[in-house]
């Protein structure tokens, strides 16, 4: 984690203006007003940045806890406002198929759109701003993150939709001074939000948890999961992001052979053979701390699930020094990437393609 110490108070709005500081029962906030939402009868809003759109009444908060409806306008209670701040290999978020081996400027904030019962970051996402959160603007955070020597900059820890208008200032900044961005999310975007960030994202790296509405429900109260699909190719195919899909093989509830399988095929269908599919360890947390960890030999079989169904690759996580952390040529079997749990050594990569064979490989490492 790097070292961060300084309180960034009394930001200052494009146009020089101060943004609004006021006390709302969280300690003291850095409040903006939102981007993207409507005005409607009564003085209420109706937010257009995830998927719940929430119709907000005066005074009341989304189901985010991160938007407040004061006086007939949406105001962000979050911006800037930071739990998290490192520098991480880019693998660890888990992306295998971009920029490896290089570092990531990481950031989190507080709250969630999600309400998962296996959350593993439930401390910041499924609780309220603490008093005396520390606050980063997006040039620091840009420059912070070229003086650690990051190649780029990634919003993960919670999900980055929580703090929209914050990621899209930074990932502007970020994109004018060369570095790469990535969102690690849950995917519960509207499309208007995500055409908004589209042009200043290289990288979608997103959770499909499992691929049934009881699974979703049972899991993150949500119901309509499928919109999470339609982003994921909307991403990919209008905004040229480099997609990879992680799933958390949660015991009992969505390590069944047939969910598995119809997802790899969804996979395969929509996002292209060549997509990357981390089938990761489920540990106890949170209000699934009765379970247990996923069985390694379950981990495998969703690995031949995925190969079975026509994916290039599939990768295991939270199982250090298994070799299905490693990718190899599908076309002439040789090592390209060899890793270690975050330790990546790379070996036969040429731009995108295998040096060996020349194979398409559908590795990401140029801006776009």
């Not at 999961?225 to 899909?245: G, P």
Request: net charge neutral.
């Amino acid at each position: 984690m790097i070292g961060f110490y300084a309180a960034f108070r009394g930001l200052g709005n494009d146009d020089g203006s101060k943004q609004e500081v006021s006390y709302c029962g969280m300690g003291w906030l850095m409040e903006k007003e939102a981007l993207l939402y409507e005005k409607l009868p009564g003085d209420r809003v109706k937010c257009h940045v995830c998927q719940w759109e929430c119709v907000i009444n005066p005074g009341k908060l989304g189901v985010c806890r991160m938007r407040r409806n004061r006086d007939g306008k949406l105001y962000l209670l979050n911006y800037a406002e930071v739990s998290s701040v490192a520098a991480d290999h880019i693998e660890k978020k888990p992306l295998f198929h971009f920029f490896p081996a290089s570092y990531a400027f990481s950031l989190g904030t507080w709250g969630c759109n999600f309400h998962c019962r296996d959350c593993q970051n439930w401390e910041i996402a499924c609780e309220d701003i603490p008093p005396g959160s520390q606050q980063l603007s997006p040039e620091r955070a840009v420059e912070l993150a070229q003086r650690n020597g990051c190649a780029g900059i990634a919003w993960t820890y919670n999900e980055p939709t929580v703090w929209f208008e914050y990621t899209l200032d930074s990932a502007r900044l970020a994109k004018e001074k060369g570095l790469y961005t990535a969102y690690v999310t849950n995917g519960y975007i509207t499309p208007e939000a995500l055409d908004a960030i589209g042009p200043y994202l290289d990288a979608w790296r997103v959770d499909i948890k499992g691929f049934s509405d009881d699974f979703y429900r049972r899991l993150a109260r949500v119901s309509g999961w499928k919109s999470i699909l339609d982003m994921a190719v909307r991403a990919r195919e209008k905004w040229d992001m480099h997609v990879e899909v992680v799933t958390n093989i949660v015991p009992s509830m969505n390590d069944a052979p047939k969910q598995l399988g119809d997802l790899a095929t969804w996979i395969k269908g929509y996002l292209g053979e060549l997509t990357p599919w981390h089938v990761t360890r489920f540990y106890p947390a949170y209000n699934l701390a009765h379970l247990p960890a996923t069985s390694v030999s379950s981990l495998e079989m969703a690995y031949r699930t995925g190969k079975e169904k026509g994916l290039k690759f599939v990768y295991l996580g939270n199982v250090p020094g298994h070799e299905y952390e490693n990718t190899v040529c599908y076309s002439c079997g040789r090592m390209i990437v060899h890793r270690v749990g975050y330790n990546t050594e790379v070996l036969g990569l040429d731009g995108s393609k295998c040096k060996f064979c020349g194979a398409e490989l559908n590795f990401r490492t140029k801006v776009k």
